[in-house]
């Protein structure tokens, strides 16, 4: 089927008249004995047209137009007529629905397959190529290995436009496809590759998964015994990823390794590089009841542990103690140094650290209802009173 003028298309299949089941079925018994090419079978095509229409509009934006969409699900439809069980108790739009989307989808898939090369090919003209002989230090052989240079980093409208129908087509896309194009293209972030690094997820790839930070997902992956996400997982508790609820915690770190089969993990083993101090002022805004609970918490901690307020706002609370009430976890260098109540809804903290994440992180964490901010090196508030308070 050809359509021409696609807008007198879909003008003209408003006013084809639908049919009752009993016309339906005497032209669904007509097809079966006469076959597909019928006038029963151009009767039901154009009766259900409009229908077939809206089903194939669910697929735009893929790479194919919407009369070649249109043609597929006629397609789908005839196919369907001829195979529908006559005696059956489903009726045969439910039936031509699941028949008409298979069609679609195996045209969209294979439409991806053919944008995925494309944009490959597109890619590469951003690069250039040369092979560089290497001679192997253990048998004397030479080794030849392609080598590239980037020559243009922003990715073309061309291949931008392309990614978008590729992301709108990754639910039907075969995985190979979706791999080959995450692996085999650069210049987008993983925010520009979201709907395939999630489709990817969804299909249980660990990699896309770790990709997109989803921790939950990770641990799911590892519940089924997934020794890839027990590495990722590791890694992440071992060197921390605050911004996604996962702070340093050198014990579970240990177990995950343990799953993974990683024996390169020590967790008693201290880093050999010095850290540059950061001074950072962090505002905490809210409610005042919680943020009292605030003041409460560090000042019990300062009692305990390290030195309470002087009265001028300066104190010392070291991070091992402050981060395990706050996260469950000890493995952070640093200290609060001040803490000061500007007004009823402001707090100022001050800290001297390796790191100004994991305590602005840690904080929101633990205080959702405060909203945290950070600056760092602040200035420990100075005469400006450190960082944009609101009055």
Known sequence: MKIENLDKFLQEIGRAPLLSADQELELLKAIHEKGFECDEMEQLSQSNMRFVAALAAQYQNRGLKL???????VEGLKKAALSYNLDGNVKFLHYAVSVMRQCLEEAVKEQIHNLVEQIVELQRKRYRFWMQDFENEDTGEKVSVERRELLVEEPADEEKEILKQICNGAKEANIEDLNAFWHETSGFSNHDLFPILQELSDRGDVHATDALNNIDRLWEMVQKGDKDAA???AHHYAYGNEEHGVFINKKQAKELY???????YDPNEESDDECEVVESDYCLQGDPAELDKVEHDIRV??????VPDDGLGGMYVPFDFLFK?????SYYEG???KMKRLTANNLLLHAESS???PLLYALKRYYPQIEVNCSVDGNGFGEDEGIGIDE
């Open 231 to 233: 590495l990722y997982l």
């Open 355 to 357: 790191m100004s994440e």
């Open 258 to 264: 343990d799953l993974a089969e990683w024996d390169d």
């Open 325 to 329: 009430k706050l996260v469950g976890s």
């Open 301 to 306: 901690l300062a009692e305990k542990y390290g």
């Open 335 to 337: 200290n609060i140094t």
């Open 67 to 73: 009369e070649e969409l249109i043609s597929i699900g």
